[in-house]
């Protein structure tokens, strides 16, 4: 029986064209099988190094990078593994999308894009930040508020923000034209984290009534859109913090340190979710290609990740220079003034409120984290050279290790520069830029599923 649908299949696809011909997937009861499997990796090695090894070669378009041709070619041998039989594909790969290729672009375009709204906000919030933007808006309301539509409300809003130990402190004397510019850059940060809530609640409630979404996906994405909904409620515990009278009359009114560092955390949880959700639905099996490369891959994964938490820990440190307003104690690289540790450091007692609360100290940190982190990158980098590994992961590493290096640069040109607006996003994007990479290069690595590894074993020695 499986015989005959496996000739009917070889004929159906016979009919196709070539490129479409590769690696076709056709369901058999829910579950995938290979028409041939040995055309389909005799097509493989003659596609050339541009089909192979995925879009980390030559791709022209960012919808060829995740949806298009080169992506799932840089799966392909995840593709074999999904495909080969009816058995191994029974044998711990865990679909999350129903309904074959097409329902996993639909959902991968649509959580993609989540992931680079929630981006946008990260970079909008350090704007926000920047601009000290963040205290002109003086009460928040869950279901949200018009912003003032007439000089009488504008006045209004006026008078709450001169109340605020901001404006008695720092900007009394404002003029109405200056106040309205942080207004409205606050009311956006807002009304742009509502407007994600709307683009994810609606196609999650569309996709699930389709039956598109499987229950582990569905549990998955339940779970990010809580965490969503909460980061609303730390921003504003936030914000609170900031609208307090300061302990002195000589410290200026500012957020919680603490409470930046976990609305920046709970946002990095979040977008980084999104991301390895994504990259889940459109790439199931990492890129294998080999048993040796599989092997190979577990290597370089014991460097991954804990690579990547010291990034992680590195861009989380940047909210406590950012809330204590550390980038401007000290604006000389590499020395910290005149000395390389400044006399300061240590200080403060508890130890605790020292690190998190010290600027010479949290500068300090920021500094060393950040060397630490290209270290990192660098020395994977350079341990995954003597190592046999998949193209695509081998070029993913390297790319890692250019926006490490980038990213210190804009580190060190923002500090020289005493943290202009301009600069000082550039050098929030680059953050989430490499922790986006390291999250990629984490998912491109993970173990593939029995039944890969069973198709991969069964290949011939001298198959590539």
Not at 198 to 224: C, D, E, H, M, N
Not at 318 to 332: L, M, S, Y
Request: charged fraction near 15%; proline fraction near 6%; hydrophobic fraction near 45%.
């Amino acid at each position: 029986m499986v015989e005959g649908r496996l000739v009917s299949l070889v004929r159906r696809v016979a009919s196709l064209p070539r490129q479409a011909r590769s690696f076709s997937r056709v369901a058999n009861g829910g579950r995938f099988v290979q028409p041939s499997l040995e055309s389909a990796v005799s097509q493989q090695a003659s596609a050339g190094p541009l089909a192979r090894y995925g879009f980390f070669y030559g791709f022209k378009s960012p919808s060829k990078v995740f949806w298009g041709q080169p992506f799932r070619n840089m799966s392909s041998s995840a593709t074999l593994g999904r495909i080969r039989s009816s058995k191994a594909a029974s044998e711990g790969l865990k679909l999350l999308v129903t309904e074959g290729v097409a329902a996993e672009k639909k959902v991968g375009i649509w959580l993609f894009g989540c992931a680079a709204w929630v981006f946008s906000m990260v970079v909008l919030g350090g704007i926000t930040r920047l601009t000290r933007s963040g205290l002109s808006m003086t009460d928040w309301k869950f279901t949200g508020t018009l912003p003032p539509l007439s000089e009488e409300e504008w006045q209004l809003e006026f008078q709450k923000y001169q109340q605020s130990p901001e404006y008695k402190r720092v900007n009394k004397g404002m003029s109405m034209e200056d106040f309205k510019f942080i207004y409205w850059m606050e009311y956006a940060h807002r009304m742009w984290g509502r407007g994600l809530g709307i683009v994810f609640a609606l196609p999650f409630a569309y996709f699930t009534t389709k039956g598109l979404i499987t229950r582990q996906l569905g549990l998955r994405l339940s779970a990010l859109l809580a965490l969503g909904a909460g980061q609303g409620f730390i921003g504003w515990w936030m914000v609170k913090s900031g609208l307090e009278e300061p302990p002195s009359e000589y410290v200026q009114p500012r957020v919680s340190p603490y409470r930046l560092a976990a609305h920046l955390t709970s946002a990095c949880i979040i977008y980084c979710g999104l991301l390895w959700t994504a990259l889940s639905v459109v790439m199931p099996e990492p890129p294998a290609g080999t048993v040796n490369w599989v092997k190979e891959a577990a290597r370089v994964r014991k460097f991954v990740l804990p690579t990547c938490a010291i990034v992680g820990i590195t861009a989380i440190s940047g909210a406590f220079v950012a809330g204590n307003d550390a980038g401007h104690a000290f604006n000389t690289f590499p020395k910290m003034g005149d000395t390389w540790i400044p006399d300061d450091v240590l200080s403060m007692e508890p130890i605790l409120r020292n690190f998190f609360e010290n600027t010479s100290t949290v500068q300090l940190d920021h500094r060393i984290l950040a060397t630490t982190s290209l270290l990192s990158i660098g020395g994977l980098w350079l341990a995954s050279r003597k190592m046999d590994l998949h193209p695509a992961i081998r070029s993913l590493i390297g790319s890692t290790l250019g926006m490490a290096a980038l990213q210190v640069t804009l580190g060190i040109t923002t500090l020289l520069s005493y943290v202009p607006v301009s600069l000082g996003s550039a050098h929030q994007a680059g953050a989430l830029t490499l922790l986006s990479l390291m999250v990629l290069l984490s998912h491109v690595v993970r173990k593939p599923s029995p039944g890969l590894l069973k198709s991969l074993a069964s290949l011939p020695k001298s198959m590539p």
